[in-house]
């Protein structure tokens, strides 16, 4: 749990890191951080569960071009769930660029507020890499600013785990996982997802640490 007093966040938080990403083509790496912390986030442990505070998953892969970091939360929810555009909720995605892992070199900051039309969502990014000034728009499309794309909307929760797989594994002390998307726990469910496109050389060579955090700003309820 990280409180970032700079931006008097409070109350709610969590974390995720994704360790480092090596620039080298068809490298992954991928975290998971639901429910945590538990007792802010997890329907368990809280009446009022913050969903929209609630990291889920962070992906970041590369091409020869460009580095993609997909950062979601808020679920894994019901099909028939809206997104959760929070305006109260600010997100951080961290890139270390250079030793300690720990650095933030590159801070992206982003939260949801009204959109271009009364009644509809937006989302505002700050300290892109490489983009003059704020990157704002509409969710539910890809926006684009410098050579810098978002996408910022609903989708279907690409995350899996064999969580039957887990309890007969226990049981019977023989692995009886299995890669069937029915026996996911993730299965049919959705997320709230903000993908970004960076040109790769704006980040240098490599490797990469990223890590997210959000929290809610001070004063606020879910």
Same mark, same amino acid.
Do not use: Y
């Given at each position: 749990m990280q409180r970032k007093t700079k931006l008097a966040l409070a109350a709610a938080a969590s974390t995720s890191a994704l360790g480092a990403l090596l620039l080298v083509p068809g490298q992954l790496a991928l975290s998971a951080d639901h429910l945590d912390p538990p007792t802010?986030?997890?329907p368990a442990n809280t009446a009022n569960p913050d969903l929209a505070c609630d990291i889920a998953d962070d992906y970041a892969f590369? !091409?020869?071009n460009f580095v993609y970091i997909a950062h979601t939360f808020g679920g894994?929810?019901?099909t028939d769930r809206p997104a959760f555009y929070d305006r109260n909720v600010m997100h951080t995605i961290m890139i270390s660029t250079s030793p300690p892992a720990t650095s933030s070199d590159v801070s992206i900051r982003f939260r949801f507020g009204p959109g271009a039309n009364s009644g509809e969502h937006g989302i505002l990014l700050e300290n892109l890499p490489g983009v003059n000034g704020n990157l704002v728009g509409p969710v539910e499309q890809i926006l684009s600013r410098d050579g810098v794309r978002v996408y910022a909307g609903l989708r279907d929760d690409p995350f899996f785990f064999d969580n039957v797989g887990l309890n007969?594994?226990?049981q019977t002390g023989v692995l009886q996982f299995t890669s069937n998307p029915s026996r996911s726990s993730f299965f049919a469910r959705n997320i709230t997802a903000v993908v970004l496109e960076i040109p790769r050389s704006r980040l240098g060579p490599g490797?990469? !640490?990223?890590?997210?955090t959000c929290g809610?700003?001070?004063g606020t309820t879910p």
């Open positions: 802010l986030t997890n590369h !091409d020869a894994p929810a019901a007969l594994s226990r490797p990469l !640490d990223i890590s997210s809610r700003i001070q």
